[in-house]
């Protein structure tokens, strides 16, 4: 054997046995002779790959582009599995120029291809230590990504709707590393800056994947996960730590300890940047751009959020978008309680949106008291006549307790309440506070046949009779005794679930994302933890951890802890508004 046959490399033995250019191959394949075809299959299927041979192969398939029809889909498909992307410009360039014309010339290609693009948006760490060519940094690969679908998509306008449903059939499983489902959703994101259409299918996909997060870490797994393993760091810490430890303590002091709420949380935090980045310029609200968002969540909000019971963290996404306009959470309110008097929702979808009113009237900061008195007004006055209208089938010295008849009106009583427990204080505090609780009348809801005391949740009714009896409002102590003593039966709702009947909870009961919290803390108003009933002298009234585990007794079959807390948060000023005076809409 001679010196140069030793030297001869795989890519010069691989065009030896090449046999022929492309389309010559093609040919005949058309006509039965499929031993060349194979063979080149094999060659694009190895790895060690050179990027002269794939250059010339492409320059080839370029030439024949119009004979590789759906007959020669095989060949397509192995070639859109070369990591191309990864390798030279110029291979990168003619590879780009090749999806391109194929697209153009065989539109039969298009999910295929535009599947392959998807696919490379998780990049394959198995791979960063093969040296067989050049690695490239990860925003180079994923521009060179959006390069080529940006150009498939002002080509080809049909492709919009081919890529709506490969995002989806794409997205990775919720259990698959995070760097995956990070990397994933921040290139989608990315394709509505460049094809604003998508925007709402992408948003659509996007919170879909994360309420499967959300359902799968229930608030109370996620507090034991972090109060067992901050316990146990507690054991382990040492007298002396080195400054690397100390750095890398800090830096995971963000992560969560429950797998699933940590994925949940790195996924929060980056579309909350999303919105933020996508409504504001240089820290300027551009109204625009924000109501066109707003008006694309609220639809989400209706179609796949509000109608799942007992979400932890994926609704405070409203939460955040309503903080940059006054508009935003006026219109927001507005559209929630109109869910509410429409009887011909379900009454379960008429409830979940009073709790939405009740605990954003409660929680959020930016939500004036002059919104929250007019709110409180329109509840009332439509309590107020619910009862009217039910005078005439009651009987006065009767009590009757029928949630499946009168769940709505029940979780409309116990908004009122709940939103009274946490702005009392405000009311009080500003000119004829007393006299407007007074004028609520609230005597004539609690003493009424209907007897709403009995349907709410226990913490909720505990506390508010307590504050009512300090400021000597209201008197529900006789009621309230008389409900615990007699144990009237609920129609439709098994003796177990007394503590709260209504299997209602509140959606922004405080936030245990570590990440996602950044958004949420400027804007939200704590539990201050004070009894109603606290001694002068008792400065801090009930402490934030006592007060928990009573409300977590009181709990017992429900995964709602409405008067939780979070650190201190700025506060906000004053400003106007005014419920169902909203200009301009939105909407």
């Not at 790895?47 to 007959?71: F, G, N, Y």
């Amino acid at each position: 054997m001679s010196r140069k046959s030793l030297l001869r490399t795989p890519s010069q033995s691989k065009s030896v046995r090449f046999g022929g250019n492309v389309k010559n191959i093609l040919h005949e394949f058309n006509e039965g002779f499929k031993e060349n075809y194979q063979l080149l299959l094999n060659q694009l299927k190895d790895p060690t790959l050179k990027s002269s041979q794939i250059l010339e192969w492409l320059k080839e398939c370029i030439a024949c582009i119009h004979l590789m029809d759906r007959s020669h889909a095989e060949i397509v498909n192995v070639l859109l599995k070369v990591r191309w992307m990864e390798r030279e410009s110029e291979v990168v360039s003619k590879f780009s120029s090749f999806l391109v014309t194929l697209i153009t010339t065989n539109p039969v290609h298009l999910r295929a291809v535009i599947k392959s693009l998807t696919s490379s948006f998780v990049l394959d760490l198995s791979r960063s230590s093969d040296t067989s060519f050049p690695q490239k940094n990860e925003k180079l690969v994923f521009s060179t990504l959006h390069h080529v679908l940006k150009t498939l998509f002002t080509l080809i306008p049909q492709s919009k709707s081919t890529a709506e449903l490969i995002f989806g059939e794409s997205f990775p499983y919720m259990r698959k590393p995070i760097t995956s489902l990070k990397s994933y959703t921040q290139n989608i994101l990315h394709v509505t800056n460049y094809q604003p259409d998508l925007r709402p299918r992408v948003l659509e996909l996007i919170l879909r994947n994360l309420i499967d997060l959300d359902v799968h870490s229930p608030r109370q797994e996620i507090l034991e996960q972090e109060e067992v393993d901050d316990h146990e760091d507690d054991e382990n810490e040492q007298v002396f730590q080195m400054d690397e430890d100390l750095k890398e303590k800090a830096n995971a002091c963000s992560e969560m300890k429950h797998p699933l709420a940590n994925r949940l949380d790195t996924l929060m935090h980056m579309l909350l940047q999303y919105i933020y980045d996508t409504c504001y310029d240089g820290g300027e609200l551009q109204v625009e751009n924000a109501r066109k968002l707003f008006r694309e969540i609220i639809y989400l909000f209706d179609d796949i959020i509000l109608p799942i019971h007992l979400l932890v963290h994926v609704q405070y996404i409203v939460f955040y978008i309503c903080s940059f306009k006054q508009s935003f959470h006026e219109s927001f309110i507005e559209h929630c309680w109109k869910k509410v008097t429409n009887v011909n929702n379900p009454s379960i979808l008429r409830q979940s949106a009073v709790c939405y009113i009740a605990s954003l009237l409660a929680r959020a900061n930016y939500v004036s008291l002059s919104a929250v008195k007019a709110c409180i007004d329109t509840m009332t006055t439509w309590a107020h006549r619910y009862l009217n209208e039910c005078t005439d089938i009651l009987s006065c010295t009767s009590y009757c307790c029928d949630i499946t008849r009168h769940g709505t009106f029940y979780s409309v009583c116990q908004a009122i309440f709940y939103i009274i427990v946490f702005r009392h204080k405000q009311i009080l505090q500003s000119k004829l506070g007393y006299h407007y609780l007074q004028s609520l009348n609230l005597q004539h809801l609690i003493v009424s046949p209907l007897n709403p005391l009995k349907a709410c949740l226990s913490s909720v009714v505990s506390i508010f009779s307590s504050t009512m009896r300090q400021h000597q409002i209201v008197y529900c102590d006789t009621i309230v005794e008389r409900n615990n003593r007699q144990m009237l039966p609920i129609v439709g709702v098994p003796s177990i679930s007394t503590n709260n009947p209504l299997e209602s909870f509140f959606p922004f009961d405080p936030c245990l994302l570590k990440r996602s919290i950044s958004f949420i803390q400027p804007h939200y108003k704590e539990w201050d933890g004070r009894s109603p009933e606290s001694q002068p002298q008792d400065a801090e009234g009930l402490k934030d951890d006592e007060f928990l585990e009573e409300i977590e007794m009181s709990l017992h079959d429900s995964e709602s802890f409405p008067f939780g807390s979070l650190p201190k948060q700025i506060t906000p000023s004053p400003i106007s508004s005014g419920f169902g005076l909203i200009t301009p809409s939105p909407f």
